[in-house]
């Protein structure tokens, strides 16, 4: 018998074109997605050299970093942003690249349209410029985050020159408390390990926490490996990642269904396969869980304290919570649900998809937004939002004093119109809460949809369990 | 991509941990469609204040830092963001070498694609030359040799440094990557065959 491979292991034998002298691999992309911020300088490359693009058929494009998530109608009124939306148009009608324009139904954020498309699949490699693209491992593809000088390699080859990871395993045992969300599994892994913690690792999440979690669930769990420093984040294909693929438009077809879902199968980890680092948490002990600072790291359940620097020994820590404690207007030992916001934002390719806004939807239902709240809803795709209205999301959110927008990156990294003014505070269900990310010395506090939905309702941090 | 010579500078010293591509080059300098011009804006918002004035207590704003080729900083630099922006408006700033105790992945990766040297060391050493930069001291940093050398009170003080031999070897040279691996197309093509009648799927699936 064969020894026991990691998922991660079979991928990357399954993708191996060769290996070179020094010691790296050259390893096949199947998949790659492209949006405007990080691709025109690729495309500028590859005319320099006098290159063409190898695969375009196995390259999907979109707009979706910079464009506005309000009046559409009118266009892109930011000149910069025009020019590198119609910049990515045209260089993917030279090379025969199929664009989602943002007048498209299926345009959205690159990582929630490549899995509702079926563009994603189990065993994939699947790459693009962006570093959340590591949220397509909820299938079992390995998927990571590459800069623009790789974009280009991949326009160029469809291979990227590679070293292999080491494979870490995060085991969530258990079954988390009734309330508690894969945001908040996410947010429990990087306050444990750390935003360096997976630095050199592809992470694979097991357990029956993650086993149990919906393949939206899952891909919010693998969306914020980075945050924990890996750049892959990997989950077992099931029976539930079948059944999410079958019919969607890049599927395979109905008479190869059966021999891929055979084959996706077969590339769960075995029984027994070693991984050079494994990590155990309890899902019985996760509440939901909120940031206070300015670290993705920065984590404390919602039931706690802003934490005191002057209770942390190592002094480059204390150093550091206190510029964040300074930035972000906090007092320590002050309890997290007296923390006042002005801000919600619940979207991104971490929480903007279907079952996000219907739990963000049940807690906004015949409750009102507190009146000195600003809150928007920015749903994750075209499709996503056309699905919300059939169900009458946007009809909740809207009573309840939600904005509600156009499908975009919008207020997650804020390059668009939509961001916090200095000192504003906002609970926001995406990804970073870094200095500045939501707007320049704009105070971010991450967390999962209901939760952020409940700030909207209470105006200040709350528990979603209590509303 | 020009091939990495040695350098003699002296180094910013930026004693922070956890630094982000966000921090390095924020967003709304994404919006170009070149690869040049991004140094006046690294760190942009730790450089100047609200009115885009220059904030005088920042490093890079201090007048003897004004030309180092060379960069001290703490743990988990280049985290966040895939952002090939970082590096860019790094090396358009004019700086060629990164110190730090450990680098974010995708940012050291990307620091070689654009001839920028990430060195990493010992967090007790990466401190030493944060101490030596504070004092202004001039740093050779030889790559052929994996050396970083300078004279403290007339003592030579020398670290040696790790580094991936592909990485070096791409650095020095200053490779074309995308050339290297067209060189080796048939592999490529081949490996299309074999996957195509392993898994056919992969290639019938056709944009609606």
């Not at chain 1, 500028?44 to 979706?64: C, M, Q, W, Y």
């Not at chain 1, 959340?132 to 590459?146: D, K, N, P, R, V």
């Not at chain 1, 680092?277 to 706690?304: C, F, L, M, R």
């Not at chain 2, 020009?2 to 982000?20: G, H, Q, R, T, Y």
Request: hydrophobic share 35%; charged share 25%; proline share 4%.
């Amino acid at each position: 018998m064969s020894t026991p491979k990691t998922l991660y292991d079979k991928i990357w034998n399954d993708h191996l074109v060769s290996e070179n002298e020094d010691g790296t691999s050259i390893i096949y992309i199947d998949r790659h997605l492209v949006h405007e911020v990080t691709s025109p300088q690729a495309f500028e490359g590859l005319k320099i050299a006098n290159r063409s693009v190898r695969k375009p058929h196995f390259t999907l494009a979109t707009a979706d970093h910079n464009i506005p998530t309000t009046n559409r109608d009118e266009g892109i009124s930011d000149p910069e942003s025009k020019l590198q939306v119609d910049t990515l148009e045209e260089n993917c009608k030279e090379h025969g690249i199929t664009f989602l324009s943002m007048s498209d139904k299926r345009q959205g954020i690159v990582h929630i349209i490549g899995p509702e498309q079926g563009f994603t699949q189990p065993g994939m490699t699947i790459v693009c410029g962006d570093s959340h693209t590591s949220t397509h491992g909820a299938f079992g593809a390995l998927a990571w985050g590459i800069g623009t000088s790789e974009v280009e390699h991949v326009l160029a080859t469809q291979t990227l020159v590679q070293t292999k990871a080491k494979n870490m395993q995060i085991n969530i045992q258990g079954e988390v408390p009734l309330g508690v969300t894969a945001k908040d599994i996410v947010l429990k892994i990087i306050q444990t390990i750390g935003t360096a913690g997976g630095t050199g690792y592809v992470i694979e999440y097991t357990g029956d926490a993650i086993k149990s979690l919906t393949m939206e669930g899952r891909m919010t769990v693998c969306n914020m490996s980075i945050e924990a420093g890996a750049r892959a984040g990997l989950i077992s294909p099931d029976e539930k990642t079948i059944e999410y693929l079958e019919g969607r438009p890049f599927s395979p077809a109905e008479n190869e269904y059966q021999s891929a879902s055979d084959y996706w199968l077969s590339l769960a980890s075995d029984d027994g396969a070693a991984y050079d680092k494994t990590v155990n948490i309890d899902a019985s002990d996760i509440i939901p869980q909120v940031t206070w600072g300015t670290s993705p790291e920065d984590v404390v359940s919602i039931d706690g304290l802003v934490p005191n620097p002057e209770d942390e020994s190592d002094e480059t820590k204390k150093k550091s919570m206190i510029r964040a404690l300074e930035y972000m207007g906090l007092v320590p030992n002050t309890p997290l649900k007296e923390v006042k916001v002005d801000k919600v934002f619940i979207g991104s390719c971490t929480n903007g998809r279907i079952e996000d806004l219907r739990a963000a939807s049940k807690i906004a239902k015949n409750r009102k937004v507190a009146d000195h709240v600003n809150a928007i809803i920015v749903p994750g795709s075209g499709l996503v939002k056309q699905q919300a209205e059939e169900e009458g999301l946007d009809k909740i959110f809207i009573e309840s004093g939600f904005e509600w927008r156009e499908p975009g990156c919008s207020m997650c990294l804020a390059m668009n119109a939509d961001k916090l003014k200095p000192q504003e505070r906002c609970a926001s269900t995406s990804n970073r809460n870094f200095e500045g990310r939501q707007g320049r010395g704009g105070r971010t506090h991450l967390m999962s949809p209901a939760m952020a939905a409940a700030a909207a309702i209470n105006g200040k941090l709350s528990d979603s369990r209590e509303i | 991509m020009e091939k990495f010579k040695k350098i003699e500078s002296n180094a910013i010293p930026l004693p922070m941990v956890n630094v982000d591509t966000d921090m390095i080059i924020p967003k709304q300098f994404l919006k170009t469609i070149k690869r040049t011009g991004l140094g006046k804006n690294l760190f942009y918002e730790l450089r100047y204040d609200e009115k885009d004035a220059p904030i005088d207590s920042f490093v890079l704003n201090q007048d003897k830092y004004k030309d180092s080729q060379i960069l001290i900083t703490g743990k988990n630099f280049g985290c966040g963001s895939s952002r090939e922006h970082a590096p860019w408006s790094i090396l358009d700033y004019g700086i060629k070498c990164i110190i730090a105790s450990s680098f974010a992945d995708i940012f050291y990766n990307n620091c070689f694609k654009n001839g920028i040297l990430p060195i990493k060391l010992d967090e007790s050493e990466v401190t030493k030359l944060q101490n030596a930069a504070e004092n202004s001291l001039s740093f050779t940093i030889d790559l052929e040799n994996q050396k970083i050398s300078y004279f403290d009170k007339n003592i030579n003080h020398e670290v040696s440094f790790e580094l991936d031999k592909a990485k070096k070897t791409s650095l020095l040279e200053g490779l074309d990557d995308i050339g290297l691996t067209l060189a080796k197309v048939n592999h490529i093509s081949d490996f299309e065959n074999k996957q195509k009648s392993i898994t056919p799927w992969l290639y019938s699936q056709q944009i609606k």
